[in-house]
């Protein structure tokens, strides 16, 4: 368990990447905390030695107000830079951390995604880092400020009247205690809110993603009613920390802070009158004390914001805890060049690049697997596939086709056995060494929200237009797409879903054509298309295939018959193998379902 002490450390190791800045921040933070107090006292002269006095000195006068003038210039330019510094600065910080976790986020096992709902995961980049900033924006410019203020009034109050700043300095105790039990309250509401805050998200996520079934189940007045049960607790949960806040705290402060005022000017008031105190301090000391509730009302305001952030800061750091897939020094040398960096990039593309490309044989020895403990999805695999070869995985559904495609992917750990590349076990790579030279073409082919050319280039440097252009064609997708109304520019929104499944399969055929890999895994896609798309698949798996060691995911049997090898998956097992026309032979139940298939 993270305790208070290494939250902040952390916190304080981003702040102090940019000490430089927030030390020029303070310093002018500090010079105009003073030029600010120094109203009250140059008021107090003009009235003791000039007003109360009854001298004459108008110049002097004069240049007293000229000067008190000058100061709240100063006061507010000065004001201005250094907030101007410090939000900067906090908005610098929240940059860093943001690319940081994202970083880290793209380096999670997918296992991990398995069980976090992707609205949690949002949460913490969208809604958490933005409370964090609050902190750096409310501890930096207001805690210090009103720190500064706070100190600085009692300094100015000692020179004024010892026991006059003794009251005042009483006052603290007692808001110490206000805001102690102010926190303990709210904390709790905090940490409730800021839980429900990242389900809400995870469940609206979830709502979206799944509109269309939504409508079409008509669920919408269900949805409402789970989303309202969600909202209704939120609400519940606000209504009751602002009643634990507007009962402690500045309502609080503000009256003790008018009473100590009260009861000072009755007290000293009467004494001014028999001239043991001037009236000069008294109205300096008055000035002073309605200049010394404000800053802390302004800390309690921003207490809540500290907390949440708090809050937020501990599930920031949970996340950037859990162990992510790092390469060899990878993480050192993201977390030193701030992931962001330019320069950081292009090592890290230069790392990846220099991976030689495999010959492509592929062998599963023994390799059994579980997702969850105690209950396997495959058991005792055991296969080659020789380089350029072609090897079908057929089965019926939830037979584990797509899971020894994931322990190849390096996307989860066999349990038992070994998965080997030109003889070296995949354990030997780093993820990213180990996906360079593999290309994967999904059942369902994701879209990114882009245009037609970024989506088989995907930013890749080495892929340039004109080998975009020649995917695209090579795999029979150039006609429909020149088509389009701006061709290779087409906007494709999100997901792709302007486009039909043939389309969407076809440009994904094509970014795995453009990446060339070495190792090409292919989801058959088992939405049912058009028999002129069949056929123009049919084609581009031929091109795609040529030369790379291919692994198809086939649902329809009759685009595997050329496959080298067919490997029949039957609850986890491999049960048969061989080419088409070996298990047609064998009638085993590779010829069943061929047969079914084929309706005969
Ligand atoms: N992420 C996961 N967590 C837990 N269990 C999973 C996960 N993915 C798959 N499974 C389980 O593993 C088994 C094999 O699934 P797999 O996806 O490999 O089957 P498949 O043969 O590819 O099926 P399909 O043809 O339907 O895609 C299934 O019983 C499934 O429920």
């Given at each position: 368990?993270?305790?208070?002490?290494?939250?902040?450390?952390?916190?304080?190791?981003?702040?102090?990447?940019?000490?430089?800045?927030?030390?020029?921040?303070?310093?002018?933070?500090?010079?105009?905390?003073?030029?600010?107090?120094?109203g009250?006292?140059?008021?107090?002269?003009?009235?003791?030695?000039?007003?109360?006095?009854?001298?004459?000195?108008?110049?002097?006068?004069?240049?007293?107000?000229?000067?008190?003038?000058?100061?709240?210039?100063?006061?507010?330019?000065?004001?201005?830079?250094?907030?101007?510094?410090?939000?900067?600065?906090?908005?610098?910080?929240?940059?860093?951390?943001?690319?940081?976790?994202?970083?880290?986020?793209?380096?999670?096992?997918?296992?991990?995604?398995?069980?976090?709902?992707?609205?949690?995961?949002?949460?913490?980049?969208?809604?958490?880092?933005?409370?964090?900033?609050?902190?750096?924006?409310?501890?930096?410019?207001?805690?210090?400020?009103?720190?500064?203020?706070?100190?600085?009034?009692?300094?100015?109050?000692?020179?004024?009247?010892?026991?006059?700043?003794?009251?005042?300095?009483?006052?603290?105790?007692?808001?110490?205690?206000?805001?102690?039990?102010?926190?303990?309250?709210?904390?709790?509401?905090?940490?409730?809110?800021?839980?429900?805050?990242?389900?809400?998200?995870?469940?609206?996520?979830?709502?979206?993603?799944?509109?269309?079934?939504?409508?079409?189940?008509?669920?919408?007045?269900?949805?409402?009613?789970?989303?309202?049960e969600?909202?209704?607790?939120?609400?519940?949960?606000?209504?009751?920390?602002?009643?634990?806040?507007?009962?402690?705290?500045?309502?609080?402060?503000?009256?003790?802070?008018?009473?100590?005022?009260?009861?000072?000017?009755?007290?000293?008031?009467?004494?001014?009158?028999?001239?043991?105190?001037?009236?000069?301090?008294?109205?300096?000391?008055?000035?002073?004390?309605?200049?010394?509730t404000?800053?802390?009302?302004?800390?309690?305001?921003?207490?809540?914001?500290?907390?949440?952030?708090?809050?937020?800061?501990?599930?920031?750091?949970?996340?950037?805890?859990?162990?992510?897939e790092?390469?060899?020094?990878?993480?050192?040398?993201?977390?030193?060049?701030?992931?962001?960096?330019?320069?950081?990039?292009?090592?890290?593309?230069?790392?990846?690049?220099s991976?030689?490309?495999?010959?492509?044989?592929?062998?599963?020895?023994?390799?059994?697997?579980?997702?969850?403990?105690?209950?396997?999805?495959?058991?005792d695999?055991?296969?080659?596939?020789?380089?350029?070869?072609?090897?079908?995985?057929?089965?019926?559904?939830?037979?584990?086709?797509?899971?020894?495609?994931?322990?190849?992917l390096?996307?989860?750990?066999?349990?038992?056995?070994?998965?080997?590349?030109?003889?070296?076990?995949?354990?030997?790579?780093?993820?990213?060494?180990?996906?360079?030279?593999?290309?994967?073409?999904?059942?369902?082919?994701?879209?990114?929200?882009?245009?037609?050319?970024?989506?088989?280039?995907?930013?890749?440097?080495?892929?340039?237009?004109?080998?975009?252009?020649?995917?695209?064609?090579?795999?029979?997708?150039?006609?429909?797409?020149?088509?389009?109304?701006?061709?290779?520019?087409?906007?494709?929104?999100?997901?792709g879903?302007?486009?039909?499944?043939?389309?969407?399969?076809?440009?994904?055929?094509a970014?795995?054509?453009?990446?060339?890999?070495?190792?090409?895994?292919?989801?058959?896609?088992?939405?049912?298309?058009?028999?002129?798309?069949?056929?123009?698949?049919q084609?581009?798996?031929?091109?795609l295939?040529?030369?790379?060691?291919?692994?198809?995911i086939?649902?329809?049997?009759?685009?595997?018959?050329?496959?080298?090898?067919?490997?029949?998956?039957?609850?986890?097992?491999?049960?048969?193998?061989?080419?088409?026309?070996?298990?047609?032979?064998?009638?085993?139940?590779?010829?069943?379902?061929?047969?079914?298939?084929?309706?005969?």
């Open positions: 368990m993270r305790t208070k002490t290494t939250v902040f450390r952390r916190l304080l190791a981003y702040a102090l990447l940019y000490k430089g800045r927030i030390a020029w921040a303070l310093l002018i933070l500090l010079v105009s905390t003073g030029a600010q107090l120094a009250p006292y140059i008021a107090k002269i003009i009235i003791d030695q000039h007003i109360s006095s009854g001298s004459r000195d108008y110049a002097a006068v004069l240049r007293l107000i000229g000067l008190y003038v000058a100061l709240l210039l100063a006061t507010s330019i000065l004001t201005y830079v250094q907030s101007y510094l410090l939000q900067g600065t906090a908005l610098q910080i929240i940059r860093r951390m943001r690319t940081d976790l994202m970083n880290h986020i793209q380096r999670m096992p997918v296992r991990y995604f398995d069980s976090t709902p992707i609205g949690q995961v949002v949460s913490r980049i969208a809604n958490d880092t933005e409370a964090i900033k609050e902190l750096f924006i409310s501890f930096m410019a207001t805690f210090v400020v009103s720190g500064a203020t706070i100190i600085g009034i009692l300094a100015a109050l000692f020179l004024l009247d010892a026991r006059l700043a003794l009251y005042t300095a009483a006052l603290l105790p007692i808001v110490a205690v206000i805001m102690w039990i102010h926190l303990r309250f709210s904390k709790v509401y905090i940490t409730i809110m800021r839980a429900r805050l990242a389900d809400m998200n995870a469940r609206l996520n979830e709502w979206i993603n799944v509109m269309p079934i939504i409508q079409a189940f008509r669920r919408e007045k269900e949805t409402i009613a789970e989303f309202e969600l909202n209704m607790d939120r609400y519940r949960n606000q209504r009751k920390q602002f009643r634990v806040f507007s009962l402690s705290s500045r309502n609080a402060v503000g009256l003790i802070g008018s009473l100590v005022t009260a009861l000072v000017v009755w007290h000293f008031g009467s004494q001014a009158l028999q001239t043991t105190i001037s009236f000069g301090v008294l109205y300096a000391y008055i000035d002073y004390l309605s200049r010394f404000q800053p802390i009302i302004g800390i309690f305001d921003q207490l809540m914001n500290a907390q949440r952030a708090y809050v937020s800061a501990d599930r920031v750091f949970n996340l950037m805890d859990e162990p992510g790092y390469g060899e020094g990878e993480r050192a040398m993201l977390e030193a060049s701030s992931a962001a960096s330019v320069t950081g990039l292009a090592e890290r593309r230069h790392a990846a690049s991976v030689p490309r495999p010959e492509g044989t592929v062998a599963f020895d023994r390799v059994t697997f579980s997702y969850k403990e105690g209950i396997p999805v495959l058991r695999i055991s296969f080659q596939a020789k380089r350029g070869e072609t090897v079908a995985l057929v089965g019926h559904t939830g037979s584990g086709k797509s899971s020894i495609m994931n322990l190849l390096g996307f989860y750990e066999p349990d038992d056995g070994s998965i080997t590349i030109d003889g070296k076990d995949i354990r030997s790579f780093s993820k990213q060494a180990l996906r360079k030279h593999m290309g994967i073409v999904l059942q369902d082919p994701f879209l990114f929200a882009g245009d037609i050319k970024f989506n088989v280039s995907l930013y890749n440097p080495e892929i340039t237009l004109e080998r975009v252009q020649q995917a695209l064609r090579e795999v029979g997708a150039a006609p429909f797409v020149e088509r389009l109304p701006r061709g290779y520019d087409e906007p494709v929104v999100e997901r879903s302007t486009l039909s499944a043939g389309q969407r399969q076809l440009i994904s055929f970014r795995a054509l453009a990446f060339d890999p070495a190792i090409l895994i292919l989801d058959e896609a088992t939405a049912s298309i058009d028999s002129e798309t069949e056929g123009l698949i084609t581009a798996l031929k091109v295939s040529e030369g790379r060691t291919t692994f198809i086939a649902h329809r049997l009759s685009t595997i018959k050329e496959a080298d090898q067919i490997l029949v998956l039957h609850r986890g097992e491999i049960v048969e193998r061989g080419s088409h026309e070996e298990l047609m032979r064998r009638q085993g139940r590779y010829y069943r379902m061929y047969r079914l298939q084929v309706g005969a």
